[in-house]
């Protein structure tokens, strides 16, 4: 359902068994979930495919992709299968670029000297080759030739393309040449007033927001559930996430005592847990939603948790 406040969606486990990609996107679609989005992390599955096989399989809900390293991909062919989605299932596509892990793409030999530059150059880039543009660019990073779509193969509305980023100065870029801004988990209401003030868009701008979930009409349970997907929380590429709430300097002595994350997210005080994801009962669920909304998001994104995540799926429609 779409609230008065904004879209409901649900994520794609990146390890969900293959054989049930198409179950959990016809599934998420009957419940009712606004949207379904699917991720492109290194050793799992590719982004672009996912979403053309959810959206084959689907006729309503809108599927996001999130997200797509700029460094791996070239921009003018990357353009060219995200057009062909957008023509193939008009008005269903959101695609979300970023830098991506900076460890994944440096395994990969795939991170720039500014990613800042190349997220700002391809962006830039793949925007206007959706929009049938002829485009010709010298950039540090994106070198294009006079490319263009083919009228063919250009969409009759360029999907959204959106920044997949964290930080002061990515989210800054996010706000001078995206559409919109995809904040992954954990995304806390404070985070968000904090990330739309380095985003300061001068345009309409929309706010994508993931964050762990589970509801359970046991608030306790939900919560147990959420701990073991929050391992990350406190790791120096999530700081900016944590960075605005009450009882960070807390969080990262916590951090810091424990052996293990497994004993960090096992002792971490519910109230953190309440905060750093959406876990609860329906009505909490619920709530936290409308706090998150309220905070400027456009779009609040339900990452479910194991080990049955069509199970944990159809507890999360209990918030629609």
């Not at 009228?151 to 919109?180: F, M």
């Not at 073991?228 to 700081?239: I, K, N, R, S």
């Not at 519910?270 to 998001?297: H, K």
């Amino acid at each position: 359902m779409t609230t008065r406040e904004g879209a409901i969606g649900v994520l794609m486990p990146r390890d969900i068994a293959a054989r049930h990609i198409v179950a959990f996107a016809q599934r998420a679609e009957a419940h009712g979930f606004d949207e379904l989005w699917v991720v492109e992390d290194l050793g799992y599955r590719g982004g672009l495919v996912q979403a053309a096989t959810v959206l084959a399989a689907t006729a309503r809900v809108r599927v996001g992709v999130g997200l797509l390293p700029a460094s791996a991909r070239n921009v003018a062919f990357t353009a060219m299968e995200i057009a062909s989605l957008a023509q193939l299932h008009p008005g269903r596509i959101d695609i979300a670029v970023g830098h991506g892990m900076p460890s994944w793409m440096r395994s990969v030999g795939a991170w720039p000297k500014s990613p800042l530059t190349l997220l700002s150059e391809y962006i830039t880039v793949l925007r206007s080759l959706l929009s049938g543009q002829l485009v010709d660019h010298e950039g540090q990073y994106v070198r294009i030739d006079g490319v263009q779509l083919h009228e063919s193969a250009t969409p009759a509305a360029a999907p959204p393309v959106l920044a997949g980023v964290r930080g002061p100065k990515s989210l800054a870029v996010s706000g001078q040449v995206a559409d919109g801004t995809l904040l992954a988990e954990p995304v806390a209401p404070a985070y968000v007033r904090e990330a739309l003030e380095h985003i300061a868009p001068a345009r309409p701008h929309r706010l994508v927001a993931y964050n762990i979930a589970a509801v359970d009409d046991d608030p306790s349970m939900a919560l147990t559930a959420v701990r073991p997907a929050l391992d990350v929380v406190g790791e120096p590429d999530w700081q900016p996430h944590v960075a605005p709430l009450p009882f960070h300097e807390d969080l990262a002595a916590l951090r810091s005592r424990c052996d293990s994350p497994q004993e960090f997210t096992r002792t971490m005080p519910d109230e953190w847990v309440r905060q750093l994801a959406v876990a609860g009962t329906p009505d909490q669920a619920r709530s936290r939603l409308a706090d998150l909304f309220d905070a400027g998001v456009n779009s609040a994104v339900l990452t479910p948790v194991g080990p049955d995540y069509l199970a944990s799926l159809d507890s999360l429609a209990a918030v629609l």
